[in-house]
């Protein structure tokens, strides 16, 4: 029964792709995009999922033509024949932390985009209209994409998912408007972000998969986020059972969590982040 519901699952994304696709082309079609080349460099994480990350580089390339940088901790790293593509080949299993931190460290363009690599872009995905926000609202550090769950079709939400008691007080607060654009507390990791802002928080390296909320708990009072409408896709990989062994080993880095977080919680005093650590993994390497 798992293998026809895996088997129904990867026959439905596989038509939901080309068709939201398809359908943002049409929707987008006769509209310019800016060439973001000279400003961005697209950071994605990437384990065991060779063909997910092709598939990302070719939905990237529909509205990106500059340079890419892979973080790649599976026990092959990604090959490609995209001049514009860097691949940091990674221990194995070292964890989204490292490799986020790793391809921060490789960047040396104003702006970031910080993704994973089961997220489709297409025409409808504005990362031209959030580097011009950036360009004149400084007092913004990163614009996140609406995150778009395939082939459900549904918006990903995190006002579900708070974060950690003893977080520094927002520099500005969630819901404030901002050229039109809401302030959060937390966003989708699929983002466009000043570089030295990133630089200031960087991920903590002692957790190998639960990076999210802790990178938002560290970045609050600090960062300052906004989420735009316009759409990036999330296509995932149920049926892919070593990555997913791999993906919920979490016990361990939940179990630190809770230890770091109720410890500094109740010292009662606001957590500052740590500098992102920049070069001292590549260097190696």
Known sequence: ME???????R????????AVTALDAWRCRGRD????ASDVTVCVKTFERPAVMARFVRSTRRIFS????VADDSRRPFATEDPGVTVIGLPFNSGVAVGRNAALAAVDTEF????????????ATGWDQALQYLQEHPEVDAVAASLVELPRWYQVGMGDSPLFHGAAPATIAPGTLIGGLPVVAKAPQ???????????????????????RDFFFRASGT??????????????????RFFTEHRNDVEGDFSLLRRKWSER????????PRPAPVGSLTSDL
């Open 3 to 9: 293998a026809v519901r895996n088997l129904a699952r």
């Open 33 to 36: 995009t800016a060439d973001l």
């Open 265 to 272: 919680a109740a010292a009662g005093a606001p957590v500052r």
């Open 223 to 240: 960062l300052v986020f906004v989420t735009a409408p316009f759409p990036a896709y999330h296509s995932r990989t149920p049926w892919n």
């Open 66 to 69: 500059g340079r890419i940088v």
């Open 112 to 123: 970031t985009l910080v993704t994973d690599d089961d997220i489709v872009f297409t025409r």
């Open 11 to 18: 026959a439905a994304l596989a038509a939901a792709v080309p």
């Open 190 to 212: 699929v983002y466009l972000a000043r570089t030295a802002s990133l630089r200031k928080v960087g991920w903590d390296e002692d957790l190998r998969m639960v990076d999210h």
